[in-house]
């Protein structure tokens, strides 16, 4: 686990290799499912970056990446102060905190933070519908309470197909 926290080399025969498994995998992700899921995370999340970004990445920029890149993007990004280590199991909790500091206590970041990316808050409002219109299976709508997930009494949430 350590040496995926500070030491992945991004060779560049398998930054390639991988990129053809990533881009196979968003095709086959690319289901009328999965694309009205996205439709009504941007209208759930409108106005945020979390509307306007992709989970699996973008294929374009997939296909354009290059180890020295991904290595940049790696280094700036994957920090000892962002990363959480998590042990499930019946164990000794003080035993395990002290082996994990053991192995991750020389974890270093390399260069200056870069800046936290502003989610914004979301405003409240009222119940509204979505609907999202499939030309392969058809017109879904969808009912939500409200953007923040606090209750409306009276209201119901749900999808209907």
């Not at 930054?15 to 439709?39: F, H, I, P, Q, Y």
């Amino acid at each position: 686990m350590r040496d995926y926290a500070d030491g992945l080399a991004f060779f560049p025969a398998e930054v390639e290799k991988e990129k053809g498994v990533v881009l196979s995998e968003l095709r086959a992700r690319d289901t009328t499912n999965a694309r009205s899921g996205k439709e009504t995370t941007r209208f759930l999340y409108a106005g945020t970056p979390v509307a306007e970004r992709e989970v699996g990445g973008i294929p374009t920029q997939i296909e354009h990446a290059t180890n020295d890149a991904l290595r940049a993007f790696y280094r700036r990004c994957y920090r000892p102060e962002r990363m959480t280590v998590i042990v499930i199991g019946e164990l000794n909790p003080a035993k395990i905190a002290a082996q994990v500091a053991t192995v991750f206590s020389s974890l270093a970041a390399a260069g200056d933070s870069p800046p936290e990316i502003d989610l914004h808050e979301l405003e409240p409002h009222g119940p509204r519908g979505h609907v999202v219109v499939s030309p392969t299976s058809g017109t879904a709508a969808s009912f939500f309470r409200d953007r923040c997930g606090a209750a409306f009494p009276g209201y119901g949430g749900g999808t209907v197909a």
